[in-house]
């Protein structure tokens, strides 16, 4: 008898610890309520291992976010909804439906057409269901990675600036309406408002200079971890912490760290 593959043991780990009899108690707890959480921050540590170049990390971050697959895939079998199998055939046949100039000898000339081929297929599956073009965006996906979602579907039916110009001129309004919220001291609420319509407007920004907000955002990120640590290093040279320095100091020693990392 052939040792099992790769997945087939995984299978079988991930059947062995929901067992009643003999299985690992936390396993046999959760559910897919419980598990949800572990399964988005296993794809967030995917995408941190990529962008560390760490592809020893990525293979097992890979592993991990295979396991909360199998995970669920299990909770569902046990539940007689589906199994791993199942998951594995419906995402072979929506790939398979989606491309055929590679399975079906359809022509395809580039990635663009490719696209807007994928966008149809996927309108045509929504209208079949029912659904309208914004109906299926998960409400669950991180704020700015639904805007940007929210703002390509819509533009995929037309409904857009024809450039660039367009997002950026109305950042400026939403700014404009911010500043009059502002100067007449509304309530938080209309401040949230205001705050996420320019938070809106710069992802649309992103979406037509084809920019990754999620990206551009976490590489702002690292830029101001990178320039804090240079303040406190320098605040730590006089034997002081950052919470001891003026404002006006604290703000030459930014522009300092600006300037020392920008030559690097």
């Not at 857009?160 to 700014?175: H, Q």
């Not at 406190?232 to 320095?245: F, L, Q």
Request: hydrophobic share 40%.
């Amino acid at each position: 008898m052939s040792d099992p593959s790769p997945i087939e043991r995984l299978l079988e780990v991930m059947r062995r610890l929901r067992d009643p009899d003999g299985g690992c108690p936390w396993d046999r707890e959760q559910s897919f309520e419980s598990i949800a959480p572990y399964t988005i921050e296993e794809a967030y540590e995917v995408a941190d291992a990529i962008d560390r170049r760490d592809y020893t990390a990525l293979r097992k971050e890979l592993g991990d976010l295979l396991f909360q697959v199998v995970f669920h895939s299990r909770l569902a079998e046990e539940r007689g909804f589906f199994g791993f199998n199942d998951v594995a055939d419906a995402i072979s046949d929506k790939l398979t439906a989606r491309h055929p100039n590679v399975f079906a000898g359809e022509h395809i000339a580039s990635a663009a057409e490719q696209n807007q081929a994928w966008e149809r297929r996927k309108a045509a599956e929504r209208a079949a269901h029912g659904l309208g073009t914004l109906d299926d965006v998960p409400l669950s996906l991180p704020a700015l990675k639904r805007a940007e979602k929210l703002g390509r579907r819509a533009s995929a039916e037309g409904f857009d600036w024809p450039d660039v110009a367009g997002p950026r001129a109305a950042l400026d309004g939403e700014l404009a309406e911010l500043d009059d919220a502002l100067a007449q001291g509304v309530a938080r609420e209309a401040l949230l408002e205001e705050l996420g319509d320019i938070l809106f407007s710069v992802v649309n920004i992103a979406r037509h200079l084809k920019i990754d907000p999620e990206e551009a955002l976490r590489l702002s990120n690292q830029k101001f971890v990178a320039r804090y640590r240079e303040v406190e290093r320098a605040m730590a040279a006089g034997g002081r912490k950052v919470s001891d320095g003026s404002p006006d100091e604290l703000d030459a020693f930014w522009r300092t760290a600006k300037e020392t990392l920008r030559k690097q």
